[in-house]
């Protein structure tokens, strides 16, 4: 994303908003493995059934960038979840839950003025982290401003471990050249998430077996809470 679309306090604005109270993160504390967060992050699916939304509510503005979700492991012909949708501040809110297990699940999606996503957020982690995804124009101006990443992290726009020890970046993300709903990789064993990524950057799984519509219903709307994002990123 060109930096002169994403001028620097609208970002540390919306940056604020992405932390939400409907964040559900567990304990911030030096207890959570960011190492295993770290490694998750990582890992491509050897297969996995994708759900998209359907066309009936294609002229809705939530439906451009409701998320693709990619259940590893998931059979042909899975039941989808039911996914709601809820508008922010600063960009929207999409919850779903694991119709098998009923594990909840979501992200937040944070927009820049010019429309494009900034930050992604999971609103769940069984590990307690809270799980960011960065646009790559934030994470080169971090390193820009700042060097290498910290001791214990991977990116340098992430704050020590000492500062902030319940938030990690699991990945940067490249904007795209179209503001659309992202790929959010899901991992079979506890349905966190693995990674967010853009629809135009390289897949991370190999087979995807089946291609099923969800239902995008309005939600709950999103609350905001306010919070200094100097406190979660290097900016």
């Given at each position: 994303m060109n930096l002169s679309r994403a001028i620097v306090p609208v970002l540390l604005a919306t940056l604020a908003s992405a932390c939400s109270d409907t964040t559900e993160p567990?304990?911030?504390?030096s207890s959570i493995d960011l190492e295993a967060v770290y490694a998750r992050t990582?890992?491509?699916f050897e297969s996995a059934v994708m759900f998209r939304p359907d066309d009936a509510t294609a002229d809705d503005p939530a439906h451009l960038l409701a998320p693709l979700i990619l259940v590893e492991g998931g059979a042909a012909g899975s039941a989808p979840p039911e996914v709601t949708y809820a508008k922010t501040e600063d960009g929207w809110e999409y919850r779903w839950a694991d119709p098998g297990s009923g594990t909840r699940q979501g992200i937040r999606v944070t927009l820049g003025e010019d429309g494009f996503p900034?930050?992604?957020e999971a609103l769940h982690d069984s590990s307690g982290a809270r799980l960011l995804f960065v646009d790559m124009a934030l994470e080169q101006q971090a390193a820009d401003a700042f060097g290498p990443p910290l001791p214990g992290r991977r990116f340098s726009i992430e704050r020590g471990i000492e500062e902030t020890p319940e938030v990690a970046i699991?990945?940067?993300?490249?904007?795209g050249t179209t503001p659309l709903g992202p790929f959010v990789y899901l991992w079979s064993e506890s349905h966190d998430v693995n990674v967010v990524l853009c629809r135009c950057m390289a897949p991370r799984v190999f087979d995807i077996v089946d291609s099923i519509a969800y239902t995008l219903t309005p939600g709950d709307p999103a609350a905001d809470r306010a919070s200094d994002p100097a406190d979660l990123l290097r900016l």
């Open positions: 567990g304990p911030a504390d990582d890992r491509d900034t930050v992604y699991g990945a940067t993300f490249e904007p």
